[in-house]
């Protein structure tokens, strides 16, 4: 497949400005850019498939270039329904920071930051220099724009479109950038630099969008949303990723491969095909946590989270350290311990049952694990020298529930 084929099978295109755009992708070399606004000090998975674009171009011989918004961070990308809360300008300064590195960390292409270019613009020139091209009535027509209306927005909403689209033709100016990448959502804001760019420099400038990455209740990941999963491992650990990559739902798993791995066509549909003949067997989950960990943090990483997600469900759960099971099994209810305990007492302390009527039933009920070993005896002593490290016990109740003890 040539390029555009490759990004269309993969379900990567939404919209394109201009039908000639296809034909550039897969005969010129394209300068093009995709960026992110300092919101936090990482990138999430929803970012994660947009940015991947920019490899995938890159392997076709186009040239990216990653842009942080410290200046468009600033003001903050009207949301549909209500104002983006302001951050300050010392925490857009550390998130830009933070995004900085991680890109170039993560991606390890060129990353421009729109403060650099825009921070020294005073309002009379950006008036005259920029906002004499674009007509009111124009940006009312942008789809987040009228979907704000009858609420209300800010100037200061208003105006972000055409900050963006400043920074398109800075781009274009300053480094031959004649393509924007981003998700769906930005639509508007990409056809504006177009639309300014045509009137002030009289050049044909390009849009593409993707559709955005939703999880099985069709919601968008995000800081927002609530349900970011971050790229940066302190974070959110491999472990973490990995639990939530190996539990994606079967009609989500396959259009994720396409969107978020490098796997091959072919690689795909025989991944595709072997899943579904077992789908208990989890087989494109697997295949799909391997290769977007391995990606973002390298193959020890993944290593140590599949080994980490084994070991939970195993009595290896014992060779793991005190500080892997801290860090790894953050979503885990904690409790503190400090002294010997019957077991039937611990289960109460840690609010594991309600009663120790409840607790001495699932004791005997081989119900409750201690470091994945079934304990069936109300009087069994908890102490600390059987803790993992001297320092933490993983407490199972039923099939799926798990609970830390920690030695202070």
Known sequence: MNCFEDLKWRGLIKDISNPELEKKLNE????????????????????????????????????????????????????????????????????VDGLKKQAEKIFGFEVVNNYDWTKDLNVLDFLRDYGKYINVNYMLDKDIIARRLDSGITFCEFAYTLLQGMDFVHLYKEKNVV??????????????????????????????????????????????????LWLDKNK????????????????????????????????????????????ELRIAQKALAKEVITFLHGSEEYNKAQMMSEALFTEKINELSSDDILNNFKDMEKFSLNEDIKLED?????????????????????????????????????????AIDKKVYVIKKGKKKYYLGIYE
């Open 28 to 95: 010129e070399k394209l300068t093009f850019y995709i960026g992110t606004d300092p919101t936090a000090d990482s990138m999430h998975i929803g970012h994660f498939s947009s940015f991947l674009i920019a490899t995938r171009l890159a392997k076709y011989g186009h040239k990216p270039i990653l842009l942080v918004g410290g200046a468009t961070g600033l003001i903050g990308d009207p949301k549909p329904s209500n104002e983006r809360p302001m951050i300050t300008k010392e925490e857009v300064l550390k998130n």
């Open 179 to 228: 393509l924007q990448v981003a998700g769906s959502d930005q639509w508007g804001n990409i056809t504006t630099g177009i639309e300014l760019a045509r009137k002030m420099l009289d050049v044909e400038l390009y849009g593409m969008t993707m559709p955005l990455i939703l999880d099985s209740n069709g919601v968008k990941f995000g800081k927002t949303e609530g349900n970011a």
């Open 236 to 279: 959110t650990s491999s472990y973490e990723l990995y639990q939530y990559l190996i539990n994606s739902a079967d009609e989500c798993v396959i259009d994720y491969l396409k969107k978020l791995t490098f796997l091959t066509k072919e690689e795909i549909e025989n991944i595709e095909q072997e899943h579904f003949k077992c789908p």
């Open 346 to 386: 611990l289960l109460i302390l840690g609010n594991i049952c309600n009663s120790k009527r409840e607790a001495r039933e699932l004791i005997n009920g081989n119900a409750i694990s201690l470091n994945n070993k079934k304990i069936n005896d109300c009087n069994y002593v908890v102490t600390r020298d059987n």
